[in-house]
């Protein structure tokens, strides 16, 4: 509606929500904060239509035909031929609120789609300064600031002192367990050192074998360790469109160093006391 009366809209058959147009691929990045692959960018330039993902009967990832219908007042003026259309992973935000798509002006005008002459303004790379001063100038005009949607980055799902509070703790866990079991690891390896005196290996010889076999258990558990957590994981990854892999570096090598600082505890204090 405006203040004429009804005017044409343009939905997705069976939505309600609205469809952007842009002039460029290009531009649609800039909208979203996050860029568009290639595919994406050719379903644009060929005529199509990208829906948001988190929207009702979104296309599946592979794509779908997808048809768009001209209504006013609740009548059907027109129909679109099916289009090409995938869905547009993006954060829950806002200015997309009452949208269910974006497509190109050019395919717009192709199928005589109705474009609003008047509608709202996106600004993009705005700093703290300029977003705050759009809000004034509204506030001066006598216009409800709250007119002016202001985008702010949500928090991340865990902050990042709990991440390291939970690696802190299952360090410390590691230290205790390793203390713990360390009497039953000593008594163990007084008969593994025993035989390989019998063997006719010396005591120091033994204590050295010892702590090589340790320093190897240690590396293999660690590679394996990494390559069973971290390659699958990537390897996941890369079938997720839009998907960036953020692996807290910081936590996981905090955690590392506990459990190599806790097993070679447990290697050393258990060698020396075989010398008693």
Known sequence: MDETGPVPSTT????NGGILAVDSPDDVPVLTGRPLTADQRALLDRGGLLVWGDRDNAPPPEGQPTRLVVT???RILSET????????????????AGTD???????????DLPIAVRGPIMVADADDGQDTRVQQ???????DARAAY????????????ALYVSAAALALLALTTVLTALRGQTRALKTYIDSLIALGIPP????????????LLLGTATLLGLFIAIVPTV?????????????PWGQMSLLLAALALASVLAATRSTLALRR
């Open 72 to 74: 006013e007042d609740d």
């Open 137 to 143: 100038i509204l506030q001066d005009h006598a216009i």
């Open 81 to 96: 031929p099916p289009l090409p259309s995938k869905p547009l992973e993006l954060a829950r935000t806002g200015w997309r």
């Open 101 to 111: 798509g974006i497509l190109l002006v050019d395919t717009a005008r192709r199928l």
């Open 235 to 247: 390897a996941l990854a890369t079938q997720i469109p839009d998907f960036e892999l953020s692996i």
């Open 12 to 15: 997705r058959q069976g939505n």
């Open 204 to 215: 120091s010889w033994g204590r050295h074998i010892i702590l090589w076999q340790y320093a």
């Open 150 to 161: 202001i985008h702010v980055e949500p928090e991340p799902p865990v902050p990042d002192t």
